[in-house]
Structure formats: structure tokens, C-alpha cells
């Protein structure tokens, strides 16, 4: 069973010549429900991607969670920009075998990495900060030619693909894996139960609370006659929509232990199906120790 397509559609808009309707600026609480509902499609469709038939899929999640923190180590050794470079386009082969659409997988890489790894990095590439060769010239002082240095320019180009190659081994353990399994195989692998519990419940539960405060919304949307107001009346809104939840989750929380509970829960989870390594995991092993050894080997050679 996969996601109904409809659920992963965004909603129409309208005419750009305005002939069916009046276009109108959203309220702050409408446009983050929206972005809220936003998320919910990315998470059923990343559970969706995580069932496909692929290399990845196949693997115990324990030998997964060891392999990618394995190479994950691996990376942060690197010190060339070629060999990160390489190590970024192996992850996005591995997408690709796995059945994880490519175009996806960097949008959900690199939409988040210019953000905070570019605005921190910035500061680095001018002379200012990192003196080197200008290679780009923006403003002189006191003779002196200012702006981007060679040396700024390849420590930055430096830090966002080491930024890059690790982002896109975690992406790509959690695109993989069921959240279940993941969780699963995380504890298998001797973290606290207690941890595991927690991230369980928050992650399960929190997308449940979201739903209920969209349909708040949507409720008060559909009873509503006439312009919304968007300053006053919003944020009373929203301060009686958040009392309401913290309510909804304090009787939920019980609900759920009772029910637990009930059916002979004791403090650990169980799963249905069972973790064995098998010829697929010692297969994984041997290619991560290879990538890890060209990798590293490979960077010692382009340093010199």
C-alpha cells in the first residue's frame, strides 16, 4: 500500500488573470498550516520511498545505522574537495540503485545546506578574514586589492561538500529505512530504551497533534462568514488553539499508556519482524570498507 496521490497533491491555485476568483494575502496561521501540511506529504512520501524494492532496503537496519556512521567518520577525514566531490556523487548513485527519485533527494540535500553552511561560510572567502590571492576584487584599502581569496574560496568549497556528503549519507539512511526500523535497529544496537521510547512516541504523536490543529482550523475556516481578520483575532486564534492542544495531548498521553498498558506493554518495544545478518549485510561491510579505504587513500594521494 502506497499514499494516495491526491494526498501528496498541492491544492490549485487560481486564475493568474483573475477571472475565477480574487487573489488575497494569507494570514501568518493559514500559511503555517499550509507549510505544516507541506511537511506531513514530504513524511508520507519518505515512508513511501522507504518500502521500495532497492539496495538499501534490503539491509538490516543495525548493519545501515554501523555502515553509514562508519562512513560518515570516513568523510570527515577527507581534505580534498575532489575526493568530497567524488563521495558526494557516490551517495547520489547509491540513491539511484535504491530507487530514491535523484532530483528529490538533492532538493532535500541542498535546500537546507547553502542556508546555514553558505551564510556562515561567507565571512570566510574574503580577504578580510582568510588572507590569501584575491581572485576577485570588490573594494581597495589603502592600496591593497579586497574580496575573495583563492585559499577563503577553497576552505569554504571545503566545508559545504564535507556538509554536503554527510547530509546526504544521513538523508539517505533515513529515506531507506522505516522510522519503526530505524528505531528498532537502533536499539538493537544497545541504546537506551528509554531514548528509543521517547523519539517513538514524539515522532508518531506529533504529526497527530498537527493534524488535529489543521482541523481546528479548518473547522473555524468553514464557519466563518465574511473577510478573516489577520492580526487580533488570529493570535487569539492561536493561543486558544494551543491551550486546546496542550489539553488534547495530556489526554492522549493517558490514553495511549492505559492502552499500552492494557495489552502487556513492560517498558520495550517489539517488532514483527525479526533483525539477522545475512550475506546482503556481509556484503554492505566489505563495500563500506572499500569506499572508506579509497576514500581516504585517494585523499592522501590529491593532498600531496
Known amino acids: ?59 538490516d537496519p543495525r548493519a545501515k545505522v554501523i555502515g553509514f556512521l562508519a562512513l560518515l567518520v570516513a568523510v570527515s577525514f577527507v581534505h580534498s574537495p575532489w ?108 541504546v537506551p530504551k528509554m531514548f528509543i521510547l521517547v523519539i517513538g512516541m514524539a515522532y508518531r504523536y506529533l504529526f497527530h497533534l498537527l493534524t488535529s490543529v489543521m482541523d481546528m482550523y479548518e473547522a473555524r475556516k468553514a464557519r466563518t462568514i465574511g473577510k478573516q481578520a489577520h492580526d487580533r483575532t488570529a493570535r487569539r486564534f492561536v493561543a486558544a488553539t494551543a491551550g486546546a492542544l496542550i489539553g488534547k495531548s495530556h489526554y492522549l498521553a493517558e490514553e495511549v499508556h492505559q492502552a499500552m498498558t492494557a495489552r502487556g506493554f513492560r517498558g520495550d518495544s517489539k517488532v514483527l519482524k525479526s533483525f539477522r545478518f545475512g550475506t546482503v549485510e556481509v556484503a554492505w561491510f566489505a563495500g563500506v570498507a572499500v569506499a572508506a579505504a579509497l576514500a581516504l587513500g585517494g585523499d592522501s594521494l590529491l593532498v600531496r
Not at 494570514?27 to 507541506?38: C, R
Open 1 to 59: 500500500m502506497t499514499t494516495p496521490a491526491w494526498l501528496l497533491e498541492r491544492e490549485a491555485g487560481l486564475c493568474p488573470c483573475g477571472c475565477i476568483g480574487k487573489r488575497r494575502k494569507g494570514s501568518f496561521v493559514e500559511k503555517t498550516l499550509n507549510g505544516s501540511a507541506g511537511l506531513l506529504r514530504q513524511v508520507m512520501f519518505s515512508d513511501d520511498l522507504a518500502h521500495r524494492p532497492g539496495l538499501l532496503q534490503r539491509i
Open 83 to 190: 575526493m568530497l566531490l567524488a563521495c558526494y556523487l557516490a551517495t547520489l548513485v547509491l540513491a539511484g540503485i535504491s530507487g530514491l527519485p535523484v532530483v528529490f533527494f538533492i532538493k532535500r540535500v541542498w535546500l537546507f545546506i547553502p542556508i546555514f553552511t553558505g551564510i556562515v561560510v561567507l565571512p570566510a572567502t574574503l580577504s578580510l578574514v582568510t588572507p590569501g590571492e584575491v581572485v576577485l576584487t570588490l573594494w581597495h584599502w589603502n592600496g591593497h586589492a579586497q574580496g575573495f581569496t583563492a585559499q577563503g574560496l577553497r576552505a569554504a568549497a571545503l566545508l559545504i561538500l564535507r556538509v554536503a556528503g554527510s547530509v546526504s549519507l544521513v538523508v539517505l539512511l533515513t529515506l531507506t529505512t522505516p522510522w519503526a526500523r530505524l528505531l528498532a535497529g537502533l536499539r538493537g544496537l544497545g
